[in-house]
């Protein structure tokens, strides 16, 4: 009765060859949509090629890349040209394409490009609205699926690294139809914890699964978030909208996780370097002083105080004798000029002097009575005046003018016929 079991390799082995042998299955021509792709670093290409109804898995190798003139992404719709067969190790049947062309981009990378070009425009990209990621932050939050391999390694990483943060979770969907107005619920949700740091993301997946994230109300709502948001969806090479708006980038969830507490040993070893630092400042710092101190006691002025008392008596003596002989000489140039004015002979004669004075006093009334008006008026001349002014033309009066005569004893007023 055993004999009639095979096992799943032998089952798998003849779906294989039959594959293999299907003369229409050896070289077919599929049109999709390329989703998942991943370049491999020997040059073999590997993706998901899809319709609205199925997917199938795909390989191209790095003979047959060579031979194509663009670089695939995803929601490109191409033109391909394979093979069907059966990669034994998990039975899946896939196609081995060995040509490909370009059919049209898919609707799901028009609409991501749009977007992005639309909150580019908007500025929710610029470098200068993003907020600075905590170095040891005290709480993190994190908005994930709450079971699965992200928030899993995100937890583990944080309490490696870091054990002293507390960790939130805020369950949400992470694909699905629901998914990003979810999201948004616990965007703002989060915000009334008082966090440090927020982590936004899930695991790898389709361009599909991971398109919740590329939702313009995500968008928006990590924008606005008070709270420093990392973004950590996918894989390294998957990008999202939500990635360009988030104020950090992280490759994967792991990494999201590294890039939001320090490593513990790392700050411990900061600190002793700061240690090290520091005693070897102070050390250095102390040697200073007691240097400066042991030159400022090594001074001429503490070792031999007297000598300061000693140059201040010498020129207080150097200054005394100036004072006395500027002194001495001073009082030898008053006696001269003393002397002088004794021998002078205004002292020896003062009468002479004032005779002299007074004979120049009267040659000087002489000449005054001489040229005065009034000796001129004695001799019987008279001044005539108009207005207090003298007259000395017949032409400067006039009829009825009123005039002064002045005599030597005397004036009249009299009027012009």
């Known amino acids: 009765m055993k004999d009639k079991y095979i096992t799943v390799t032998q089952l798998t082995r003849y779906i294989k060859y039959k594959i293999d042998n299907d003369v229409n299955l050896n070289e077919v021509f599929l049109k999709g949509e390329i989703s998942n792709f991943k370049a491999h670093s020997r040059g073999h290409f590997y993706f998901t090629l899809k319709d609205e109804g199925s997917r199938i898995n795909a390989i191209m190798f790095a003979s047959s890349t060579k031979k194509i003139k663009f670089m695939p992404q995803d929601g490109m719709k191409v033109l391909v040209t394979g093979k069907i067969s059966v990669f034994?190790?998990?039975g899946a049947y896939q196609i081995y394409v060995s040509d490909m062309l370009e059919d049209g981009i898919g609707n799901l990378y028009i609409a991501f490009e749009q977007l992005k070009k639309k909150l580019e425009l908007e500025g929710l990209?610029?470098?200068?609205?993003?907020?600075?990621?905590?170095?040891?932050?005290?709480?993190?939050g994190v908005i994930t699926a709450p079971t699965g391999a992200a928030i899993k390694d995100?937890?583990?990483?944080?309490?490696?690294?870091w054990p002293l943060t507390e960790i939130y979770l805020f369950p949400a969907l992470v694909q699905g139809e629901e998914a990003a107005s979810d999201i948004v619920k616990q965007i703002k949700f989060s915000e009334e914890f008082n966090l440090d740091t927020l982590i936004v993301g899930r695991g790898g997946g389709s361009i599909e699964d991971l398109w919740p994230f590329n939702e313009e109300i995500v968008a928006r709502a990590i924008y606005e978030?008070?709270?420093?948001?990392?973004?950590?969806?996918?894989?390294?090479?998957d990008f999202t909208i939500a990635d360009f708006v988030s104020d950090l980038r992280a490759p994967t969830p792991t990494g999201a996780a590294e890039m939001a507490v320090p490593q513990i040993s790392d700050v411990v070893n900061y600190l002793n370097q700061l240690e090290i630092r520091l005693n070897r400042a102070l050390a250095s710092k102390i040697n200073n002083y007691?240097?400066?101190?042991?030159?400022?006691?090594?001074?001429n002025i503490f070792l031999n105080p007297v000598v300061i008392y000693q140059a201040k008596d010498m020129l207080f003596d150097s200054i005394l004798e100036r004072l006395k002989h500027s002194a001495t000489k001073l009082v030898s140039v008053k006696e001269k000029e003393l002397i002088g004015l004794k021998n002078s002979y205004i002292l020896k004669n003062p009468y002479q002097i004032l005779d002299k004075k007074a004979?120049?006093?009267?040659?000087?009334?002489?000449?005054?009575?001489?040229?005065?008006?009034l000796l001129t008026l004695k001799?019987?001349?008279?001044?005539?005046?108009?207005?207090?002014?003298?007259?000395?033309?017949?032409?400067?009066?006039?009829?009825?003018?009123?005039?002064?005569?002045?005599?030597?004893?005397?004036s009249i007023k009299a009027s012009v016929l």
């Open 88 to 90: 034994e190790a998990n």
């Open 125 to 140: 990209f610029d470098v200068s609205a993003k907020k600075k990621i905590p170095k040891i932050p005290r709480r993190i």
């Open 154 to 161: 995100i937890i583990s990483t944080i309490k490696r690294r």
């Open 225 to 237: 978030c008070n709270t420093p948001v990392i973004s950590a969806v996918g894989h390294e090479i």
């Open 290 to 299: 007691k240097d400066r101190l042991k030159s400022i006691q090594n001074r």
């Open 359 to 373: 004979n120049k006093y009267l040659q000087l009334v002489s000449k005054l009575e001489t040229l005065s008006p």
């Open 379 to 410: 001799r019987g001349y008279a001044i005539t005046k108009k207005n207090d002014k003298v007259i000395t033309s017949v032409r400067e009066i006039k009829k009825n003018d009123c005039i002064e005569v002045e005599f030597s004893d005397g």
